[in-house]
Each structure stands twice: as C-alpha cells, then as structure tokens.
C-alpha cells in the first residue's frame, strides 16, 4: 500500500520562506513521478511543480524562481522549497506521487495535505 506523508505546513508572514517534504512508502517501482499540488477553496487544484520519469521539473508560472522542488529516489522523498511567499500562495498543499511512466498530470497517489497560510 503505497502511503504519502507531508510535514507540518505553517503560517508565515509575506516574503518569508517554508520548506514541505513528503515521505512515500510502499513504492514497488523505481519508476515513479512525484509532484506537489496545491488547493484554494473555490477553485481546482492547481500544479505547483512536478519531477517527470526523466528527471524534468515543471513549475506553475505563479511560482516560477520563488519555489523549488527536489527528490531522493532513496527513501522517495521530495521537498518543496518555498521563498518569497506571497498571500496568494496560501493554499492546502498536497504531495503526489505516480508509479510508471506518466507523461503530464498527477499520478493516482496522494498525501493528507497540509495548510500553508501566508499573511500580509
């Protein structure tokens, strides 16, 4: 059973910085893409960054040069590095996880979520 696990997401105050990660288990497959999603009430959920089957990383023009995504393939970890935050970030994030070659989208796993308010 594959579970995704987020950490702790936090308030922080505009132009602050707050790092995510997400640990999965019960991973069968070295082939695997992992992605970070995130929701506003009213709207749908939204791509924040994603790592591909070839190691290629896709931001949302919104966070473009603010947030970075990372993984290690050890222990299937991803972190999202977010700097400059700014109000409109704030969202529920969630961790995503898809196993086998998944060309675009999310992969059918997902984690609890985790709140990240950010004030002005």
């Known amino acids: 059973q594959v579970l995704l696990v987020e950490s702790v997401g936090g308030l922080v105050q505009a132009g602050g910085s707050l790092r995510l990660s997400c640990v999965a288990s019960g991973i069968t497959s070295n082939t695997n893409v992992m992605g970070w999603y995130r929701h506003t009430p009213g709207k749908q959920r939204e791509l924040v960054a994603r790592i591909g089957n070839r190691g290629d990383t896709t931001y949302a023009d919104s966070v473009k040069g603010r947030f970075t995504m990372s993984r290690k393939n050890t222990g299937y970890k991803s972190y999202l590095q977010m700097n400059s935050l700014k109000p409109e970030d704030t969202a529920v994030y969630f961790c995503?996880?898809?196993?086998?070659?998944?060309?675009?989208?999310?992969?059918?796993?997902w984690g609890q979520g985790t709140q990240v308010t950010v004030s002005s």
């Open positions: 995503n996880l898809g196993i086998g070659w998944i060309p675009s989208g999310p992969g059918g796993f």
